[in-house]
Every structure is written in C-alpha cells, then in structure tokens.
C-alpha cells in the first residue's frame, strides 16, 4: 500500500488520480481549501476502496499552514511515497492587466506557492531518500501568449524550479515529474472557447500521470500530442510569434 499526499485533491485532474489510486487500495492524505468538498471527496475514495484517507484543510498562501501540513501529513503517515502538487487557478489575463493586485494574487497562487511547497516536501523527500514529486504545470509555461501569459509565466516558473530540483534529488534516490497538461474538460476551463479534438478528460490525463510516476518520467505532456503541438509553437520565430493570436 502507497501512502500518497494530494494537495488541491478537490480538482478534477487531482480527484480522477485519487480515485485510481483508491481502486488500488492505497491510503491517501487529501489536502484542499475547500472543506465541504474535501470531506465529500474524502467518503467517496474510501467507498472506492481507499486503504486510509486523511484529509486537511489548507490555504496554499499561508507558508505556516503549508509548513503544519506536511508535519501533520508525516505524522500521520511517517513516510510518503508519492506527493501530487495540483492545486492552482486560471486567471483571466485582461483583467490581470488593469489589476496589479489581482495579477499578483494570481501569480502567487500559481507559481511562488507551489514553489515554496516543492522546497518543503523536497526536504523531507531528501530526509526518506525515496519517492516521487509530482507538480502540474501546463503547456502554456513554454511560451508567453498574449492570451495568457501570466499564467504562462506562474507555469514556466513551476516548470523551471521543477526541473532544478529533479537534478537535485535525483542523486538522493527521489524522482520528479513534472505534468504539463493542454486543454483538459474541468470547471477551470468550462466557457473557454476550446476546440474539442483537443481538449482531454481528467480521467485520462489522471491514467497519464499515474503511468508517468510508475516509469519515473521526468516530463509528459498530456495528452501525449501536446509534446508536437508545443515542438511546433517553440519553433517559431519571435518576430513571427508577435503576431499572432494564440
């Protein structure tokens, strides 16, 4: 039985890899915002086979609750096998354009963050000298589009540090993936105008992912397409780049 940490187990990529990993028995130490669907979530893993479910209700932006949760989550667990970082939000870019405090907010969620969680779990990851990190990024860190590049720019922040530290806890036996998404059917992204041939379901990228951790990869694009359509889009030229409209 893997002992398994979520934080931002309320969303959908998160749940769907719960549920996987509930049908396999495993216990799992859900960490989310928003009490009353944590809770629920929580039942419905344990009536899906969970071997244990721990649950803890955090703010992401307070670094003291972060740093109370992973002690709570050792305590409870003494070890971790795998941690998932899936937390975040999508702002929308125009009004993080008018609004500094709001683009702040927003980047903050997004990226410092997640970063000053990855340093926390990184720590007691070097201490077990075992395990995996898991973040999700997304595609959109690859390049800044106008139509989204502060959450472009929160996202390539997480990819980068991400990489870093893979380089760091590889030589202590620890391995780290990074997730970058496309377009997933969430309520993150419901009334985006999205083309559907290329928008994936949780559950699928979720099964992406958890074959991700088993093969130790170090970066999957998800669906696997993306790694083309992002091979094309880093390709071209700047001065071609500005002008469009992605």
Not at 63 to 85: G, N, P, R, S, Y
Not at 97 to 125: S, Y
Not at 171 to 178: N, P, R
Request: hydrophobic share 45%.
């Amino acid at each position: 039985m893997k002992r398994i940490l979520i934080v931002g187990a309320t969303s959908a990529i998160a749940h769907a890899c719960a549920r996987q990993w509930a049908g396999a028995g495993h216990a799992l130490y859900l960490v989310a915002r928003d009490n009353e669907r944590l809770t629920s979530n929580a039942a419905d893993l344990v009536g899906r086979g969970a071997g244990r479910v721990e649950t803890f209700n955090l703010d992401v932006q307070n670094i003291e609750e972060q740093k109370a949760m992973v002690q709570q989550c050792w305590t409870a667990f003494h070890q971790i096998d795998i941690a998932l970082i899936a937390h975040g939000t999508l702002p929308d870019q125009a009004v993080c354009e008018v609004q500094a405090d709001t683009a702040f907010h927003e980047f903050n969620v997004n990226a410092t963050c997640t970063i000053a969680l990855l340093g926390l779990l990184a720590n007691r990851f070097e201490q077990q000298r075992c395990g995996t990190l898991a973040v999700i990024s997304s595609v959109a860190g690859e390049r800044g589009r106008p139509t989204n590049y502060l959450y472009g720019a929160a996202k390539a922040a997480v990819s980068t540090f991400a990489e870093g530290l893979r380089s760091r806890m590889y030589k202590l036996g620890v391995h780290v993936l990074t997730i970058k998404p496309g377009f997933v059917n969430t309520p993150m992204t419901q009334g985006l105008a999205l083309p559907q041939a290329l928008v994936a379901q949780p559950d699928a990228v979720a099964s992406a992912i958890l074959k991700a951790i088993d093969t130790r990869k170090d970066v999957i694009y998800t669906p696997a397409f993306w790694s083309l359509i992002m091979l094309v889009i880093r390709t071209i030229p700047g001065f071609i780049f500005k002008r469009l409209n992605l």
